[in-house]
């Protein structure tokens, strides 16, 4: 009787994941033997974390059946979702600085609205306990980040976000990372972005170390590659 051969083990992963994970023991391998290297950067949103929504705004609109049963507004889920746009955007012209926080953008949407600082209060809480809800780890990277710590480098977090340091840590726990708010540098806090390598600088002044002693891991082509090498630092785009 006919039997069928039996098929080779195939690895079932997607090329696009086993691709990555090349990169990544390439780019490990570089920098854990390199012992000029003291310290390792990472991204935060799409590099360790991410939101399950296809563009973060689009996640407002999920605020708003809560912020109409608080007596907070009557805008539809659309309508809510494009003032909490503009108001970033506005608090974007009014700031004389590179970065906002969460709170500027908040004090906008509060004037536009009348709102008191109580209800103020409640709408920003409510947008943070959203992020909280939301929030996932991005797959391999809390163990990726271990080696780097297993094998003797520095840790950090580098983000250009609304959000500040404590706050990012805390969305950060909620994903199993382990940060003191000392190792996260969130442009909120700062008030410099990557984007224009003010904050990269600003973080080496800090910690009174030299761009060839850096490492940075991040997403986006710009604020995470050619920024920090602009200023001497080697960096990968991670995706």
Not at 14 to 31: A, T
Not at 52 to 58: E, L, M, R, V
Not at 218 to 236: E, F, K
Request: aromatic letters at 8%.
């Amino acid at each position: 009787m006919f039997k069928a051969a039996k098929s080779r083990h195939r690895n079932s992963r997607p090329v696009k994941d086993q691709l990555k994970e090349m990169l990544w023991r390439r780019m490990y391998r570089n920098f854990s033997l390199d012992e000029a290297i003291h310290t390792i950067s990472f991204d935060v949103f799409d590099t360790l974390i991410t939101r399950p929504w296809f563009h973060p705004f689009d996640q407002f609109a999920a605020i708003a059946p809560r912020l109409r049963q608080l007596g907070l507004c009557s805008m539809s889920d659309l309508e809510w979702m494009n003032l909490r746009h503009d108001s970033d955007r506005e608090a974007r012209k009014r700031a004389s600085t590179e970065e906002v926080s969460l709170p500027d953008i908040y004090s906008v949407i509060a004037e536009r609205l009348g709102w008191t600082p109580q209800q103020t209060a409640q709408a920003y809480d409510l947008e943070l306990q959203r992020e909280l809800k939301d929030i996932r780890p991005i797959a391999h990277a809390l163990e990726r980040m271990n080696q780097v710590r297993a094998a003797g480098k520095d840790v950090i977090v580098t983000s250009d976000t609304y959000f500040s340091a404590a706050e990012l840590a805390l969305l950060l726990q909620r994903c199993g990372y382990d940060l003191h708010p000392d190792s996260i540098f969130a442009s909120a806090d700062h008030r410099l972005t990557k984007a224009t390598g003010r904050l990269f600088s600003a973080i080496l002044e800090k910690r009174k170390s030299h761009p060839h002693q850096f490492y940075h891991i991040g997403d986006q082509p710009v604020s995470d590659g050619r920024a920090p090498a602009n200023l001497g630092i080697r960096s990968t785009i991670s995706d």
